[in-house]
């Protein structure tokens, strides 16, 4: 029974809105509606934003200097911008469902704003000429590591603009206009934070944002989010192996196995307590016993199961999970899957 749980362990993990965890200076949240200190209509202009949108295979940044914030549909953190029609940033728009806006330190913006506005990332990889840092949120959402304010949007509407509405001030502009009619794309803010560079990371929050993390990594399947957060010298025993099984690769294999057996498992993070280097947690495991591979000798039957799943995770100085004890949940898989157990 020890075995098996450990192997439960193994399959369980969490995910955080993401935080530049290896520089000395830290994001810290915020809440739009009462810490917003920007006019509203002079922060697209001038200075501009960046726009960043895509996933984590492909993403792509540009200027903005048209935008809008205010209330929209009852919410006050609407944000709107807008993206023409032959920019490389609106086909990863079109199939988006979150994108980012950022703002940079005076002594970058101008810079990076002119570097973005002026190459398209049809012809090279901009963030590396400028030396910027890809990182992601907890929806997946790109962003970089150098911004001073990130606002995170999940859209909630597209359209193009309709040119038979137009007067006067846009069909000068679009008489006049390579780039075509813009299209916009209106967003609600799900996360804010900026670069806090007085404060040093506290350990215990970095940690339980890992852990938040990892409840992403664990549900995708994210071999590349594995490797930000699983220590490479860490070693789980499990019983599908004589040796103790490695890194993330590791870690990661059990997860496999387990969705060979439940493909639709899911791990979802229901609370954690921490200090320093433990992280305590919580979770609701569910599945359903439709896959092609055996689980505790029991052929698949289709049934579900439910049950609460407790796990410990350690960290080393970096903020990698190095171990991982389970103490609770094996039963609870096997009575869902008709097993009776005495």
Known sequence: MKNLILALA??????????????????RDFDVKKEFADNPFTIFTGRGMLLCVGDREKSNAMTIG????????????????????SRHTKKFLDGATHFTVMAFDKEKQA???????RHSGRDGDKAAALGLH??????GTPYYEEAKAVYECELMYSAPFEPKG???????????????VHSMYIGRVVRAFRRDDSAQIDPIERNKAAIRRFETCINENDLALGRELISEKAAFATPVSPEPLHGAEGYLS??????????????KLEDMVADEKTVAVRWTCTGTFTGKAPFAGIQPNGRKFSTSVMNFYVFDDEGKIIDDIAATGMLGILQGIGVVVQ
Not at 254 to 267: E, K, T
């Open 66 to 85: 048209w935008g809008g914030l205010g209330t929209l549909w009852g919410r006050n953190d609407a944000v709107t911008v807008y993206v023409a029609e």
């Open 254 to 267: 059990v997860v496999s196995l387990m969705r060979a057996s439940f493909p639709d498992v899911q791990w």
């Open 134 to 139: 890809l990182a992601y949120t907890a929806n």
């Open 166 to 180: 137009m007067r006067d001030v846009p069909k000068a502009l679009y008489d006049d206009f390579p780039a075509g």
């Open 10 to 27: 193994a399959a369980a993990a969490a995910a955080l809105p993401a935080v530049a965890g290896e520089s000395e200076s830290a994001f």
């Open 111 to 117: 810079d990076i704003l002119a570097y973005m506005g």
